[in-house]
């Protein structure tokens, strides 16, 4: 049984850095593509980053364009943890962050090609 749980969110400040983590069990990280995606009341669910199967030494990740040069998406395959480190953190960041997992062949950015997710983490900027 795959299980995602989330840690790390919670209330900043404009500018301060926050991680997220998300340990995985039931799964491996080299058959399934990760990836954090969030959402706000009122919205669908939108991809942040995503991190390729683990097939070598090649990674592909990928990142939203409103996020690209501050989040970093990241794995510890010895921990089966991924993580996603927030710098430069904005009001408009605020969300609840959720982790998720494809088992399948899919894009990175498609919200329905992934099958597996985290119960949510809240993170709140303030201005």
């Known amino acids: 049984q795959v299980q995602l749980v989330e840690s790390g969110g919670g209330l900043v400040q404009a500018g301060d850095s926050l991680r997220l983590a998300c340990a995985a069990s039931?799964?491996?990280?080299?058959?399934?593509?990760l990836a954090w995606l969030r959402q706000v009341p009122g919205k669908a669910r939108a991809f942040v980053a995503a991190?390729?199967?683990?097939?070598?030494?090649?990674?592909?990740?990928d990142y939203a364009d409103s996020v690209k040069g501050r989040f970093t998406i990241s794995r510890d395959s010895a921990k089966s943890t991924f993580y996603l480190s927030m710098n430069s953190l904005k009001p408009e960041d605020t969300a609840v962050y959720y982790c998720?997992?494809?088992?399948?062949?899919?894009?990175?950015?498609?919200?329905?090609?992934?099958?597996?997710w985290g119960q949510g983490a809240q993170v709140t900027v303030s201005s």
């Open positions: 998720a997992a494809r088992g399948a062949p899919g894009t990175f950015r498609t919200v329905s090609d992934y099958n597996f």
């Open positions: 039931g799964l491996t990280f080299s058959g399934h593509g």
């Open positions: 991190i390729s199967r683990r097939l070598g030494i090649t990674v592909y990740t």
